[in-house]
Nanobody, 125 residues
Framework: QVQLVESGGGLVQAGGSLRLSCAAS????????MGWFRQAPGKDREFVAA????????DYLDSLKGRFTISRDNAKNTVYLQMNSLKPEDTAVYYC??????????????????WGQGTQVTVSS
């Protein structure tokens, strides 16, 4: 079992930045690929970013490239999502997730074995 707890969400003005954190406990964090997803009201949960177990390989939703950055610190059992130049359409609940392997399916929700409870990000215009 892996427990995931997100933090760092909040209210920010358009153009601002936030850094989300996801702290993991339980099994060895470094053996899991990690991902971030988001879900806006009335919409499906969508892929945001993913990172390989040791880092060094990342994937992003195309529309977010250049604004969002995923990273991890295996010594701290934490994955991060740095979000810059935020827009009102980035408003959503953001979830982190853990997957036992890093594959070409990292954008699919079914790839992930464990999920956090989510943290709300609200971007005002």
């Amino acid at each position: 079992q892996v427990q995931l707890v997100e933090s760092g969400g909040g209210l920010v003005q358009a153009g601002g930045s936030l850094r989300l954190s996801c702290a993991a406990s339980g099994r060895t964090f470094s053996s899991y690929a990690m991902g971030w997803f988001r879900q806006a009201p009335g919409k499906d949960r969508e892929f945001v970013a993913a990172i390989r177990m040791s880092g060094g390989a990342e994937d992003y939703l195309d529309s977010l490239k250049g604004r969002f950055t995923i990273s991890r610190d295996n010594a701290k059992n934490t994955v991060y999502l740095q979000m810059n130049s935020l827009k009102p359409e980035d408003t959503a609940v953001y979830y982190c997730a853990a997957a036992s392997s890093y594959t070409f399916r990292m954008r699919g929700r079914d790839t992930y074995d464990y999920w956090g409870q989510g943290t709300q990000v609200t971007v005002s215009s």
